[in-house]
């Protein structure tokens, strides 16, 4: 209980003003990085805005040219110049195109065994 009464003396106890106005918090800033965070929403929002085109055109040109090969394709298979369509992903011939092709890939699935369990 006397634990108590001594916090109750501290928290009671009077701080002079004069020792609050000297101790004050002084923050500073670089004026520059400010008035550049400031004034730079629109230059960032911009900026974003045009990475993400440039990405939308990527994938649309990407897709074109994957309309395309479709294209090409049925053509030469309608006029009998093919007679099947071919591998995707045509059976590499050594092992270093199997490296290559796994590479390449990028999504491989790796299986963990657990318990015996796949």
Request: aromatic share 2%; hydrophobic share 25%; proline share 3%.
């Amino acid at each position: 209980m006397e634990d108590g009464g001594e916090q109750q003396r501290n928290l009671g106890k009077h701080v002079p003003k004069r020792a609050l106005r000297n101790k004050s918090l002084i923050i500073t800033f670089d004026e520059n990085d400010r008035r550049e965070f400031v004034t730079g929403f629109h230059k960032r929002k911009k900026q974003r805005r045009k990475l993400a085109e440039q990405q939308q055109e990527i994938k649309e040109r990407e897709k074109r040219l994957a309309q395309r090969k479709r294209r090409r394709l049925a053509i030469k298979l309608a006029s009998g110049e093919m007679s099947e369509l071919p591998d995707e992903n045509p059976k590499p011939s050594s092992a270093k195109d199997i490296r290559e092709q796994e590479d390449d890939d990028g999504d491989s699935e790796h299986v963990s065994v657990v318990n015996g369990k796949v």
